[in-house]
């Protein structure tokens, strides 16, 4: 994350100690994010140029070399987790100008990602759709013409979708599966 925020980080850095072939500092907090945080910097030489990024670590460990050692050692579930929500949710081409609108952004973001793991695990699973990730979802499954038709009650009466498209069949029953709710 070479950009201004992680520069200006950088610039705040009072003591910076070697880590294999980085620097880290450790700056404090520029806003309450409400539990303790702590920021970590990192800077490496790359080309003559010092380049910069930056993690925030809600964990607490005694010193900068073993959170690091600590997050190279992370497993790679998270890792394709963001990915497929970032890919899913078009999240890298989407960013706010300020602090409380990539806030409220990513609230809105994370919120579309529990609607879409209940609807895959209410509605997909046991289906020839299970295999489908977020982005499959959103992509080829949700972005489908057609109507839900609810009853003066509120109760699903039918799904209309264009029939022509691939997987419309498959996501006609899932979708009265997940609109029905359990049985009891």
Not at 29 to 35: F, V
Not at 52 to 77: F, V
Request: hydrophobic share 40%; with cysteine; aromatic share 10%.
């Amino acid at each position: 994350m070479a950009n201004s925020r992680a520069k200006a980080l950088a610039r705040q850095v009072e003591r910076w100690d070697a880590y294999h072939d980085v620097w880290l500092g450790e700056v404090k907090p520029p806003t309450d994010y409400g539990r303790p945080v702590r920021i970590f910097v990192k800077r490496r030489l790359n080309n003559g140029v010092y380049r910069h990024s930056y993690y925030l670590a809600t964990i607490r460990l005694p010193s900068k070399g073993l959170l690091m050692a600590s997050y190279h050692a992370r497993g790679g579930a998270e890792v394709e987790q963001f990915r497929n929500d970032k890919a899913g949710l078009s999240l890298e081409a989407r960013r706010k100008r300020s602090f409380l609108g990539q806030k409220g952004y990513i609230l809105l973001t994370d919120l579309a990602h529990n609607l879409l793991a209940d609807f895959h695990a209410k509605a997909l699973v046991g289906t020839d759709l299970e295999g489908f990730g977020l982005k499959r979802i959103v992509r080829d499954l949700l972005n489908f013409p057609g109507h839900l038709v609810f009853d003066r009650q509120g109760k699903l009466v039918r799904v209309e979708l264009l029939s022509l498209k691939q997987f419309s069949r498959e996501l006609c029953i899932c979708l009265e599966r997940y609109c029905s709710g359990p049985k009891n």
